[in-house]
């Protein structure tokens, strides 16, 4: 009659695909953005922001603060020092307002670097940040703080 023997089916909900964090247009973030994960600035951050994976300023991006990322694709504007361990892309519409520290660094025609550029290996800097130092720098304050 009824099979109570059939093998149950174990659906996986972990998903193998890249996170990407998003501040989106019209949003403005205050205070500090920390991700592993990418992260996508179309809104507007005033604070540093921080990423293991690769960082997106998109053309109506802003960040008001410092940026450290493994590598970066910048079209908006940054008001501070940028620190990318491999590639730096910045495209026609970008403005830095600061300070460049990268391995490699490709410019579109129009981009506009406000500030000096120092490139090769020994800007690696996050690359050897390991998880605990990492997250020195994330943790949440409590609440009513």
Known sequence: MLNRNKPTKTVNTVSNSPAVNIVSEGTKVTGNVHAKADIRISGSVDGEALSKGKLIITNVG??????????????????GEVRVTNKLILRKSAVIDGNIYTKTLIVEEGAAINGSCRMGESNSKLSQLNDAEYEKGTHLKASGS
């Open 62 to 79: 802003k960040v008001n603060g410092n940026i450290t990322s493994s590598d970066a694709d910048i079209a908006g504007k940054v008001e």
